[in-house]
């Protein structure tokens, strides 16, 4: 393949992913959050990997810009880490979670390609699962089948798979696409 059919094929495929999102689970996902920010209730933003990446920039952009209080867990490398070293990878965000006494009044958001599974991101799955036992909302933005966060979502966007070789470039890269029309929408509508 050369550089330039890549390039081609590449934008091409966000075309059809802007074609096919879900926009009713868009207007659900910004409506939540509107609840959300109304009632004064906490956004908790999970992500692994780019995921973390894209979680740390999205809670700046939802306090700045919209007005939410928001945390990535991610962000705080130290209570991470010791968290991991401690008590093991896969309980560190529903840990960080209770730690934050999350409760109904609060939301998580989950960025994730595949959103967890019995053998993926189990991290994310447990937080999930403690999410919905404290009856705290739960978003999601996630490819491939949704896993365990779709299960348990209040809304899930799925970003459609168009391409198997480019699943984790186009599910990170709308990842920032999706959260930014929604901050952008609950400053602007």
Avoid at 60 to 67: E, M
Avoid at 138 to 162: F, N
Wanted: with cysteine.
């Amino acid at each position: 393949m050369t550089p330039e059919r890549y390039i081609e094929d590449y934008l091409e495929e966000t075309i059809q992913i802007a074609r096919t999102v879900d926009r009713a689970a868009l207007l659900a996902g910004l409506d939540r959050l509107r609840r959300l920010k109304a009632e004064g209730g906490r956004l908790f933003i999970l992500g692994v990997g780019g995921s973390a990446g894209n979680a740390s920039h999205a809670v700046n952009d939802f306090r700045k810009l919209a007005g939410i209080e928001a945390y990535a867990p991610t962000d705080n490398v130290s209570e991470l880490t010791a968290r991991t070293n401690d008590d093991g990878w896969e309980t560190v965000f529903a840990a960080w979670l209770r730690t934050s006494r999350l409760g109904p009044s609060d939301v998580v958001l989950v960025l994730s390609v595949g959103g967890g599974s019995a053998t993926t991101s189990r991290n994310l799955v447990l937080a999930v699962e403690h999410a919905r036992a404290v009856g705290a909302g739960i978003l999601g933005i996630v490819s491939r089948s949704g896993g365990r966060t779709r299960d348990l979502a209040d809304v899930t966007v799925l970003v459609p798979v168009v391409a198997d070789a480019r699943i984790t470039p186009h599910a990170e890269g709308w990842q920032g696409v999706l959260w930014h029309l929604w901050v952008n929408a609950l400053a602007e509508c």
